[in-house]
DNA sequence: TATAGTACAGACAGGTCTGTATACCCGTCA
DNA sequence: TGACGGGTATACAGACCTGTCTGTACTATA
């Protein structure tokens, strides 16, 4: 009987991470299977036995990526003693990442870039992601004690997802750093 | 001798119509030229006659779009009085545009998304497109007074573009009719 | 030692991609 | 009338795509 594969196998982990970087680097459409079992030094059929399809590769990879975002927020920013601290400290990490060499942007965008259809798996992973970041930036907002929360947050996405674009449009010397002081600003105005 | 083609013919006109829409809805790459021939109604050899190449097709494609752009700037936002009107309108006109059903975002963004490298032709003119936009931004935040009109510029490029990706990642109902809001917000505490 | 699990190696099927080649059609204008 | 510019129609080359198939090797454990 053919059950689910180890869910942590190494060559497993070798694939996601392998695919990952080709992934994010050059697009999901730009990158096939070929390609990624040649760098990851893996059969095809491993490839194919821990992920049906390479639309599953993709979902499996974005949802990785999703828990290690907010597993480095849990290590950066969860910390901080208090929510307006919490809120610039994201905006400050946004801003450091995004004008770092290895940053080209957000995965979630680009994967939504080029699978519009909101239908697409992967497209509802990223839609996921992006409404927990909206969520989290609410509660914080809300503790922090904004007028408007939602509006807030709503805003402040806006200007990370700003930061995200810019970075993949115009590499590391982009305008991508200036998310931190335009959070701070709006958050001055929302919070009396 | 291969002379160039008339450069406003119907066939052209069709093609660059048709692809426009299919890549703009779709995608760059997930979109065929064998596509774009069944749906403009045209042979192929037209098509590569009046565009050596896909890459070719984008890159026209991309300065059209371009072009639409500026020529609605100037339609809707250039005849208004002063400045910070014409900034104000900007961000509404945005704001309208991107929670509108047709809208899917930007589609120099979305070739930025596919096509990473810097050196890329197509992203070159992505690129260019957006640094006119910054310029465009940063001659108003200065016309308008504002203490530092470069960073006001930035800051709002990064909502502006932060309501296109809202735009294409949530769909119609997003969260990015906030930009307005947010973007007057920012242009009050710069401009004093 | 026997067996099950996991992975490797590589060929292959069937489809799609970009781009080219060839032959034909038809209106315009000299 | 006849050349020619612009377009059509269609076949084709060759690369690349996803996904499948067969067969082999290694390792751990019963």
Redesign the pocket.
Known sequence: ???A??EN????E?ILETAGQLFYREGF?????????AE??????????????????IVAYLERSNQHFWKLYAERVEPLPTARKRLEALFDWVAERAVSPACLGCTFSVNAAEFPSLDSPSHQVAIRHKQAILQKLEELSLEAGAKDPRGLAESLLLLMDGAWNAARMFGPGSHAGRVAEAAKMLIRQAIP
Do not use: C, E
């Open positions: 009987m053919n059950r594969i180890r196998s190494p060559a497993r070798q459409r730009a990158v096939g299977v070929d390609r990624i079992i990851s030094g893996v059969a095809k059929m491993t490839l194919y036995k821990h992920f049906p399809s390479k639309d599953d590769l």
